[in-house]
């Protein structure tokens, strides 16, 4: 799904993060900033030339509007491996009937980024986010900025907020505890038959051997060690369906994170767990969207009241892609009907 799709009035933007451009959607919220640069949803979209040289400025951040409205929080949202924009773009919509801006983008190698011909994994995905982040912050009409991120995404979105300062809170759903809890489950769902004492080693140094080419560590890529480190407010969401990556993950990421805490004024890690879900399409559920668009007008000061935000959220039904993709790489012989499967 696109913006134009959505009838949301949107700007289609490019985003410097470090050596790349990230291709991504700003949806403003209603009622927001009329600008210059603004495309309507029934406009033809810039170039990437164009829209990159209307949209960034100093250091890859955007350039200012003229007469700035009132300021509202902004939402990162961010998807998972082997995504993109479109297809997690049911968050946005959500987030924008409660009133919050929106920026939804393309992790590199991903979408309508950059390809790329080394492994991406939790680093990268951070990495892309908090440079969305930082664009987002410099945006004139945005007061605040908040992280959606699903399944490695969400990883990432906790990875990043543990060291990107203009992140104010994070909404994880779906994501995996570390790259080694995963590597093992992955052995496991492609009904690779090792026995115990060899199969975790054997997980720990595969992910370790996915890292290497971008010279990163396997703590690096772990959202436990993320988790303990960040203390801005945290919500984590779940499936209890969820077969790639169990609920344990999001049990291990809360623990760590309530571990880490302790000082006055630390925030509380909350959690929900969704009974009838597995991996994706969490958005689907009314109180989850409740939950989310709530926290975040908790968190980050508006636009609205917690309650309204919610109520509004939880009111626009979203629903899954028209044409669902269905799997993971492990898993080719599973049916497609199982909806609790696959990481994107």
């Avoid at 799904?1 to 949107?10: H, K």
């Avoid at 004139?140 to 300062?165: D, N, Q």
């Avoid at 026995?195 to 080419?213: K, M, N, Q, R």
């Avoid at 009314?286 to 309204?308: E, Y």
């Amino acid at each position: 799904m696109t913006p134009a799709e959505a009838g949301l009035e949107f700007e289609d933007v490019r985003i410097q993060a470090g050596d790349h451009e990230l291709a991504g959607w700003f949806v403003p919220a209603e009622g927001g900033v009329p600008s210059r640069r603004r495309r309507a949803a029934t406009a033809d979209a810039p170039t990437p030339a164009t829209a990159t040289a209307a949209a960034t400025t100093r250091a890859g951040g955007p350039a200012q509007a003229a007469g700035v409205a009132e300021r509202r929080p902004g939402i990162v949202v961010v998807h998972g491996w082997e995504s993109n924009r479109g297809r997690t773009f049911a968050h946005v919509r959500y987030l924008h009937a409660a009133g919050f801006h929106c920026l939804v983008f393309d992790v590199r190698g991903h979408g309508d980024s950059p390809p790329e011909t080394l492994p991406i994994n939790v680093p990268e995905f951070a990495e892309d986010t908090a440079a969305a982040a930082r664009w987002l912050a410099g945006r004139p009409e945005v007061s605040a900025v908040g992280v959606l991120g699903h399944s490695m995404g969400g990883a990432g979105a906790i990875v990043a907020a543990s060291h990107e300062p203009e992140i104010g809170a994070v909404v994880s759903l779906s994501a995996p505890s570390d790259l080694v809890r995963m590597t093992r489950q992955t052995f496991a769902m492609a009904e690779i038959n090792i026995p115990e004492p060899i199969a975790t080693p054997l997980a720990w140094f595969t992910a370790a051997i996915l890292l290497v080419p971008r010279r990163h560590s396997v703590e690096e890529a772990s959202a436990i060690a993320a988790a303990a480190r960040y203390r801005g407010p945290l919500l984590l969401i779940h499936g209890a369906q969820d077969h790639g990556v169990p609920v344990r993950h999001l049990e291990l990421i809360a623990n760590a994170a309530v571990e880490g805490r302790g000082r006055a004024g630390d925030p509380p890690v909350e959690t929900l767990v969704l009974p009838e879900f597995g991996h994706r399409w969490l958005y689907e559920d009314a109180g989850c969207r409740r939950k989310i668009a709530a926290f975040f007008a908790r968190s980050l000061g508006g636009p609205v009241d917690p309650a309204t935000a919610g109520e509004r959220a939880a009111a626009l039904k979203v629903e899954r892609p028209a044409d669902p993709i269905y799997g993971f790489g492990a898993l080719a012989g599973k049916e497609p009907g199982d909806r609790s499967i696959g990481l994107n």
